[in-house]
């Protein structure tokens, strides 16, 4: 968990899904918790569920966004949600990993990034972690409070 780079903006910049929908980042309106992941990543995978149950569980919260930074893009995100069945995540692409240059020019994934209503980050986690736990929900309502 880190808080170093808080107040950093959430950056201006845009994905789009294998269907051709676009996702402007910089224009969500509210909290959201940036997630950048990858398939051949194996602790991504292991939070993707957990993502997707934090997605529900904090429903009207924060809005949660994972972004792949596969470079096969949509030939390797698509069949991967497909089996997985997430109710509640996107399969946002950035097969340029630009995101990924942006926050974690070393390429640390996953890479979870909780940004407050007003686009600035509030607090970072660098590696796998429970998103779904009991605790998780309560360090992002609290760091939101705070902000």
């Not at 930074?69 to 698509?78: E, L, N």
């Not at 995101?99 to 607090?123: C, H, K, N």
């Amino acid at each position: 968990m880190v808080r170093k780079f808080a107040g950093t903006p959430l950056p201006a910049m845009t994905f789009k899904d294998a269907e051709g929908n676009t996702l402007d980042l910089g224009a969500q309106g509210g909290p959201v918790l940036v997630n950048l992941w990858a398939t051949w990543c194996a602790p991504c995978v292991v939070e993707m569920p957990k993502l997707d149950a934090l997605a529900g569980e904090m429903e009207g919260e924060v809005k949660v966004i994972t972004v792949s930074q596969d470079v096969r893009g949509a030939d390797v995100v698509t069949p991967f949600f497909a089996d997985n069945g997430f109710a509640r995540l996107e399969p946002w692409l950035d097969p340029d990993a630009e995101l990924s240059a942006q926050f974690s020019p070393e390429g640390v994934l996953p890479l979870t990034i909780l940004f407050d209503a007003r686009g600035r980050e509030v607090l970072r986690v660098a590696g796998g972690y429970d998103w779904d736990s009991p605790e998780a929900i309560a360090l992002i309502r609290k760091s939101l409070a705070a902000g």
